[in-house]
């Protein structure tokens, strides 16, 4: 018979296993929890959207919904898309539920999950990633804008990433962005006709998104960017107050910036203020750690009204290769709730006891597990050293005939040698074990 071929998960994609999946998973937490502190609430909108929502709202120019969607028709014809991003969704949320007739804005939510994007896979680039982000929508006051960075910028401290910088920049609003994004087009036309021509992408973004080529990495097209007229130097009076108000905000609550009139970012909503967090100890194709920026048009690309709009999103992954790179995070992310005790039937007749025992450990919080039944005490300690445990508790034939058990420290606090083994009753290990936790 010929063997089955194996099978591995899609290109792009990867299993998190356990330290992985707990590393995520307290990423999330602590994301959640700040985002608490600064009054945001979860919101979970589904994975896949109708198409249109992201052809919509992230723009048809776009690398993403050009060639990086994962779409499908369903059963019944209809065009979905697995979500490459957040915005869009949340803001479809936001008008579907009536939620800016509320009076109670701006609306302020946080999420966290997997999206999916096409893209060449390598480090630091997947195609199916996580996210954690947040949205503020309904203000347009500057204030908005700088509650949110200060935020973003203090989830990273708190995970004590170093080498990071924060760049910032106004991309103009529908006033004077056009003005801008003609003589910048017009300056690239020049620069073409006298020396060389651009990548096939920023050919295309030439006539659709002419902003996009200052974020091509390529050197040819670097170069025909240099003396361009800078966004900057043609904001609108509005724009031009609205960004000094973010940047004294930002001064005046301690995050530190850099303006980057080159900053134009890779989705079409953007108006007015936009940053990213980038870290130098990650290779410049996958530095952006995180970003974001105002979207006050998207409300109304979506089929809503004219709603005032910003928020962010950080890459789980990548900030999480980042703490590993700058020695982030202590204690690391994840190994705060460690294994503590395990406890061993040491006899098949142990069992029943040592469910009862178990059971009393973790129904009072404490971090347990249950050895194999019959494996001999030698072979139970070493598993149970080996997986960090500090308690073993075990039950043997004489623990069972004297209705005690017996328990013993596998490692005390501050290395020394660990304390002789004592036995006590089953109503007492809890706080004995609870007391050695202390301890450490
Ligand atoms: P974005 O810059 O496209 O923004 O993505 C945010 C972050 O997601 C990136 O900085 C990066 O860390 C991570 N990321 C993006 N693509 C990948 C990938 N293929 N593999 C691994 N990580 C990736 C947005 O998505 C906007 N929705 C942010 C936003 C929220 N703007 C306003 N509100």
């Known amino acids: 018979m010929t063997p089955h071929p194996r099978l591995s998960a899609p290109k792009g994609t990867r299993d998190l296993l356990p330290a992985d999946a707990t590393a995520v998973l307290a990423f999330e937490g602590e994301f959640a929890s700040l985002a608490r502190l600064y009054g945001f609430s979860p919101l979970v909108t589904p994975a896949f959207e109708h198409t249109e929502v992201f052809e919509r709202g992230v723009g048809e120019a776009t690398d993403i919904v050009n060639k990086e969607m994962y779409t499908f028709a369903d059963r019944g014809g209809r065009s979905m898309t697995l979500r490459p991003e957040g915005t869009a969704p949340v803001m479809r949320a936001f008008i579907e539920h009536g939620i800016g007739k509320s009076g109670q804005l701006p609306w302020k939510v946080f999420y966290a999950g997997p999206m999916w994007r096409y893209e060449r896979p390598q480090a630091g680039r997947m195609r199916e990633f996580r996210q954690v982000g947040a949205?503020?929508?309904?203000?347009?006051?500057?204030?908005?804008?700088?509650?949110?960075?200060?935020?973003?910028?203090?989830?990273?401290?708190?995970?004590?990433?170093?080498?990071?910088?924060?760049?910032?920049?106004?991309?103009?609003?529908?006033?004077?962005?056009?003005?801008?994004?003609?003589?910048?087009?017009?300056?690239?036309?020049?620069?073409?006709?006298?020396?060389?021509?651009?990548?096939?992408?920023?050919?295309?973004?030439?006539?659709?998104?002419?902003?996009?080529?200052?974020?091509?990495?390529?050197?040819?097209?670097?170069?025909?960017?240099?003396?361009?007229?800078?966004?900057?130097?043609?904001?609108?009076?509005?724009?031009?107050?609205?960004?000094?108000?973010?940047?004294?905000?930002?001064?005046?609550?301690?995050?530190?910036?850099?303006?980057?009139?080159?900053?134009?970012?890779?989705?079409?909503?953007?108006?007015?203020?936009?940053?990213?967090?980038?870290?130098?100890?990650?290779?410049?194709?996958?530095?952006?750690?995180?970003?974001?920026?105002?979207?006050?048009?998207?409300?109304?690309?979506?089929?809503?009204?004219?709603?005032?709009?910003?928020?962010?999103?950080?890459?789980?992954?990548?900030?999480?290769?980042?703490?590993?790179?700058?020695?982030?995070?202590?204690?690391?992310?994840?190994?705060?709730?460690?294994?503590?005790?395990?406890?061993?039937?040491?006899?098949?007749?142990?069992?029943?006891?040592?469910?009862?025992?178990?059971?009393?450990?973790?129904?009072?919080?404490?971090?347990?597990?249950?050895?194999?039944?019959?494996?001999?005490?030698?072979?139970?300690?070493?598993?149970?050293?080996?997986?960090?445990a500090r308690v073993a508790v075990l039950i043997g034939s004489d623990e069972i005939e004297r209705g005690l058990v017996t328990v013993r420290f596998l490692e005390a606090a501050g290395g020394e040698p660990a304390p002789d083994q004592l036995q006590c009753a089953i109503e007492e290990l809890v706080g004995l074990v609870a007391e050695a936790r202390t301890e450490k």
């Open 135 to 388: 949205e503020s929508i309904g203000s347009a006051d500057p204030q908005y804008d700088v509650e949110l960075i200060e935020f973003a910028a203090r989830f990273f401290d708190r995970l004590r990433i170093t080498e990071i910088e924060l760049l910032v920049n106004s991309m103009g609003d529908e006033q004077c962005r056009p003005a801008y994004s003609m003589a910048f087009a017009s300056f690239i036309r020049d620069a073409v006709e006298q020396r060389h021509p651009l990548c096939d992408d920023c050919t295309r973004r030439l006539d659709q998104n002419p902003l996009r080529i200052l974020d091509c990495k390529k050197p040819g097209c670097r170069e025909l960017t240099e003396g361009a007229p800078a966004v900057l130097d043609s904001l609108c009076f509005d724009c031009i107050e609205h960004f000094e108000a973010v940047k004294g905000g930002l001064t005046a609550a301690g995050v530190e910036f850099k303006l980057d009139p080159r900053l134009v970012r890779g989705l079409d909503y953007y108006t007015r203020t936009t940053f990213e967090f980038r870290c130098g100890a990650l290779d410049a194709a996958q530095d952006a750690l995180g970003g974001g920026g105002r979207y006050d048009g998207l409300a109304e690309t979506l089929g809503g009204e004219a709603t005032p709009a910003l928020g962010f999103a950080i890459g789980t992954e990548r900030t999480i290769a980042a703490i590993a790179k700058t020695g982030g995070a202590h204690p690391p992310l994840g190994a705060d709730e460690p294994l503590v005790a395990v406890v061993m039937p040491l006899v098949e007749e142990a069992r029943e006891v040592a469910l009862q025992a178990v059971s009393a450990l973790r129904s009072a919080g404490v971090p347990s597990d249950l050895g194999i039944p019959g494996r001999s005490a030698k072979a139970q300690l070493r598993t149970a050293s080996k997986a960090g």
